[in-house]
């Protein structure tokens, strides 16, 4: 793909009220005749060329002589005539961008996984859009549904929701589509995704390794598929080992410090408090390792996640972590070879987890 | 803004080499003339109204009785119908959507500031469409430029270059400009900026009130504004308080840990080491705390930006902070205020730091 995705315009934009030029009088450059922006009618008639001529210039095509396409540079150059994207999109199938709706712009995690995208599409000549759902499936869609209007290649989805059927015209209509970090609700589609369950059940074997019996779990909101297979996972290894779960081990909810805070303190609490913690993810460990911070009694903790400095702590965290590079590459790659043609069967795709031991988690039981 | 962004569209994308949709035979929708998208034609031929009708009722606009309406999106929920924001953009001036460039997806700092200008956007019912220049001039022109190809409404831009001047017909033309955490380049432009040079004096300065003379800066690379004016803030608090500063106390680079860690280990070594290091960014703080905690001797530190988990460590980390959530929400703000016309006259606004003592800046030296 030629770089010369700047070069381009249409009319100006208009005031809705007025339908008047949004740009003052006093700053239109006098020589264009569509307002402010030039056309590619005005580079022609600077060049003195036809406007097929100057359209093949600007969109790389053959036909142009050397002379000629100099003149018609020149003319873009002195006039800072610039492509409308919107516009050639009308004309072809392919606008080389790419739609990626996740979660949290602010949270580490999405943040690694999201640059793997970009990276993916930079190499492929694609511009990475991206948006936010913040957990609602309502936002999720409206932003999903955006970026087709806007003509996205393909779409990278970290659903909110659960179900995904508003997309299908969207993909029958040929937009690329793959999930990950939790799978697609209700279509068939390519989905990445973490190994969940056998993450936080290896995390758990880990404490019931090293001794304990009664832990608790803090964990997203049981809606959210990687909470629930995360809790799953627990009970899992819980069941193996033989031990009744309680349900005041238990807590899923919203991961602000203030929810985190009083789940963590009420399991810690009372004359049979439980001896370590797994954390559901990485916002909830944030708060979980204050809170035992600011105990007396050791406590062990195993978390989901890898956090920055988390290794020095002291003692260092110990970690389930998952690889938010590999899962945004292999999905950006996924995204690509449907654009190409090459994939047509959706599937499931899963990342392997990995255990790294550094202190917290192999604490023993303070009784 | 009506929330019906998600109905609309026009005819299917094809195939560039073959001219033929790229959707296979079998997934067509028998009902639609036009490939696979249903058109607001066949909306007004199944609702069996005119296509001004259907159009009315897309773009929200009067003039249709609740019966006809009902009947049109009845046809455009059966047909699926979804409306070409490509194609709407050509007949009004806005498409309601803010592009922001920054440098890194994956850097906590940018995460946060971005995560304030899309709630800002959303207030607005603006669409946030964000990309990394990671910190290369050539990306960040390409990315804005295209960003205004697509004709967004404001562009908020990090700049990784010094050189604005390629913005200046966008700017003409009416999309509203904002530049965020270092200034734009030879033009003039709405800039929000932390008060890089006085944080780094009063983190210094604070350094030297606990009795450090030989203290070391570590920073980003020096043609990035931030790095150089703290470096200027560095060399103004030794000057007051008269100390020569030697060039092997200074490394200014990329904030890769391998370089940070050279820089680290060489200003710790020999006879006369520095008792306390002033880090630069987040990125560079992350390095420089692993060598410091590798050492045997105690060396202060404080930090320009704060860290998730940076009050935890052993001591807890000084760190002068900046207030990434304002310096975005104050952008995408000054932003909308361009758009609905009340602001004119570009300006400079400072964000204040917060230098927050936690311990590792409070250390006394080791000699």
């Known amino acids: 793909m030629r770089n010369i995705l700047w070069k381009a315009c ?3 934009p208009v005031d809705d009220r007025t339908g008047h030029s949004i740009v003052p009088e006093t700053q239109r450059r006098p020589e264009n005749r569509y307002g402010n922006r030039p056309t590619m009618k005005d ?7 036809g406007l097929k001529t100057v359209s093949r210039v600007v969109n790389g095509e053959p036909g142009v002589t050397p002379e000629t396409e100099r003149r018609v540079q020149e003319a873009i150059d002195a006039l800072g005539f610039r492509r409308n994207d919107s516009a050639r ?3 072809k199938g392919r606008t080389a961008s790419i739609g990626l709706v996740l979660e949290d712009l602010a949270d580490p ?5 999201s640059r793997a995208v970009e990276e993916v599409a930079r190499a492929h000549g694609a511009l990475l859009i991206n948006g936010s759902s913040a957990e609602d499936p309502d936002r999720e869609q409206e932003l999903a549904l955006a970026l087709c209007a806007r003509r996205v290649d393909g779409l990278v989805v970290i659903p909110a929701g659960d179900d995904h059927r508003y997309l299908e015209p969207e993909i029958k209509a040929g937009v690329a589509t793959v999930f990950v970090d939790r799978p697609a609700g209700r279509i068939d589609a390519d989905c990445v995704l973490s190994d969940n369950f056998g993450g936080a059940r290896e995390g758990v074997a880990h404490l019931l390794a090293h001794g304990h019996r009664r832990i608790g779990f803090i964990g997203d909101m049981p809606r959210i ?6 809790l799953r996972g627990y009970r899992a290894a819980m069941e193996e080992a033989g031990i009744p779960v309680e349900d005041a081990w238990m807590s899923l909810g919203a991961t602000d410090p203030v929810r985190v805070r009083r789940a963590a303190e009420e399991m810690l609490a009372g004359p049979a408090p ?3 913690v797994f954390s559901g993810n990485n916002r909830v460990t944030v708060t ?5 911070a600011e105990q007396t009694r050791r406590t062990a903790l195993v978390a989901f996640d890898d956090l920055e400095l988390a290794d020095l702590l002291q003692p260092g965290v110990t970690v ?9 590459r292999t999905a950006a790659e996924r995204l690509f070879r449907q654009l190409d043609g090459t994939l047509l069967v959706p599937e499931r795709i899963e990342v392997p987890i990995r255990l790294v031991a550094r202190g917290s988690g192999e604490l023993p039981p303070a009784d």
């Open 320 to 328: 389930v972590a998952q690889d938010a590079a590999t899962l945004g």
């Open 43 to 49: 580079v022609a008639a600077r060049a003195g060329v």
């Open 10 to 12: 249409v009319t100006a």
């Open 288 to 292: 979980v390792i204050r809170v035992l």
């Open 225 to 230: 598929h990687t909470a629930a297979e995360r």
């Open 274 to 276: 439980v001896t370590a």
């Open 109 to 113: 995690f999405y943040g690694q996984l």
């Open 89 to 91: 999109v009308l004309r």
